[in-house]
């Protein structure tokens, strides 16, 4: 009798010890789907932003303001405010005659707006053309960011314009 309560109090301090890192990689497995969530969330708000402003031939600050509201659904439930989401749109537009891209309009939504990346526009259109590029950065915070602090994801995509060359912004094609 005597070993067989030796034995019990074995296997309740066994499961004591374990018991702690099993829950912490039960809430690191939920924290990476949540992580996986967060990225494919932004590709598909990144793509659908683009998408939808390389669908007009012309936009107005309300326009934008509109498709920018999009991601804000996508990215449902989960948070997405201002200071988590930012989303930058831009035309580069290409120089008739050098081919130099250049942006030529630019919104932003957000507390920290992307830059727009001229020397990655470089070869993706001809002279006189244009590209819209968007930009997204999610500021994603985990369970244990309190380790390391919030994890910023980045997205890009480029689109050309699906109906004109150049997409005008408020009437005008480029920066004054």
């Given at each position: 009798?005597i ?31 949540a ?12 793509a ?30 989960l ?15 290409f ?14 939504s ?9 020397a990655?526009?470089?070869s993706?259109?001809?002279?006189g ?15 244990f960011s ?31």
């Amino acid at each position: 009798m005597i070993g067989r309560n030796n034995e019990s109090g074995a296997a309740g301090l066994e499961f004591a010890l374990i018991a702690p890192m099993l829950i912490l990689a039960f809430l690191g497995a939920l924290d990476i789907r949540a992580l996986i969530q967060a990225s494919a969330r932004l590709t598909a708000a990144t793509a659908t932003v683009a998408d939808l402003t390389a669908q007009s031939n012309a936009h107005t600050t309300s326009s934008i303001d509109s498709i920018l509201s999009a991601t804000r659904l996508i990215f449902s439930p989960l948070p997405a405010d201002t200071q988590i989401l930012s989303v930058t749109v831009a035309s580069v537009g290409f120089d008739a005659n050098t081919g130099t891209p250049a942006v030529y309009w630019k919104q932003v939504s957000g507390a920290a707006p992307g830059a727009v990346d001229l020397a990655r526009c470089q070869s993706l259109g001809s002279p006189g053309e244009s590209v819209i590029l968007v930009s997204t950065r999610y500021q994603y915070s985990s369970f244990f960011s309190f380790f390391s602090g919030p994890l910023t994801l980045n997205e890009i995509s480029f689109v050309r314009p699906r109906l004109i060359p150049q997409i005008p912004y408020n009437g005008k094609v480029s920066w004054p």
